[in-house]
């Protein structure tokens, strides 16, 4: 649910660009500079930056804000760029959307962040998801098969070159393209949905956001999970991977003037 959000006293703007191959880094700590606001300005890198403790992130791109997911940081974000599913603001507008979030014009809206493990030759691998959560076979149009769970009941198996879960936000990204519904930003829940499956028929699904899990049942080829476009670990056969909300990331919503 969205709320109102208040800088308060003196307050610290932190400046995250995007990585320097990003496509959609945005060159923003010069139009942060440019806004008519009273606060302190901190750039050169999110480590620098978290440890001044932010009043407010300033971000480019998709993957600045899930390295912040990654962080688990309590500030607000105003997304600057194109973010699939995540409402943010055009690069030229910046200094007139940073004026409005200190004078107290905009809200939060909080984006759930999923908790994931993958559980795999008796190993361990945890990370968090902002956008979406994938197993697929490493080889290209291969094919191996997959189990889907719901709160420890059995939803689907199926073969297929893998299996995506997306949050609202990922839901319109990624997952859009292999026809997993698009979820609105007021539903808990995740899109679930099978890549190249090899049955067309296959379904795609709405789940709950808590106790979700995907499981190896075969694995011709190397099976890897990939978190947000980053490779976190590959899964056996009988591996597990279990996906549920355990945070959340703010996000700064801007009116149009």
């Known amino acids: 649910m969205d709320a109102a959000w208040s800088a308060g006293e003196k307050p610290v703007v932190g400046v995250i660009d995007g990585p320097a191959d990003d496509t959609d880094a945005i060159e923003i700590g010069t139009r942060v500079e440019s806004a008519d606001a009273d606060v302190t300005i901190v750039s050169d890198g ?3 930056v ?3 403790e932010p009043s407010v992130l300033v971000t480019a791109g998709e993957a600045s804000l899930t390295a912040l997911s990654r962080a688990g940081i309590d500030a607000p974000v105003l997304p600057v760029g ?3 599913g995540i409402e943010s603001v055009d690069r030229e507008r910046v200094p007139d959307a940073l004026e409005a979030v200190i004078s107290g014009d905009a809200v939060c809206r909080p ?3 999923l908790g994931v493990s993958l559980e795999s030759n008796d190993t361990v691998v945890r990370d968090r998801a902002l956008f979406d959560v994938t ?12 189990g ?7 939803v689907a198996t199926f073969r297929a070159d893998g299996v995506v879960a997306a949050t609202p936000a990922g839901s319109h990204g990624y997952a859009s393209t292999v026809d997993a519904p698009q979820l609105s930003a007021a539903i808990d829940a995740v899109a679930v949905a099978p890549i190249g499956p090899f049955v067309t028929q296959t379904r795609q699904w709405v789940l709950p956001d808590d106790d979700l899990a995907f499981t190896v049942e075969r694995n011709e080829n190397d099976v890897r999970l990939v978190v947000d476009d980053r490779s976190v670990g590959m899964a056996s056969m009988d591996a597990r991977v279990t996906i549920s909300v355990t945070d959340t990331l703010s996000t700064l919503i801007v009116p149009e003037h």
């Open 46 to 48: 999110l480590e620098t």
């Open 111 to 113: 984006q759930p962040v």
């Open 135 to 146: 197993l697929v076979t490493d080889e290209p149009a291969r094919i191996s098969e997959y």
């Open 148 to 154: 889907v769970h719901s709160r420890g009941q059995p």
């Open 50 to 52: 978290l440890e001044a």
């Open 82 to 84: 194109p973010v699939s």
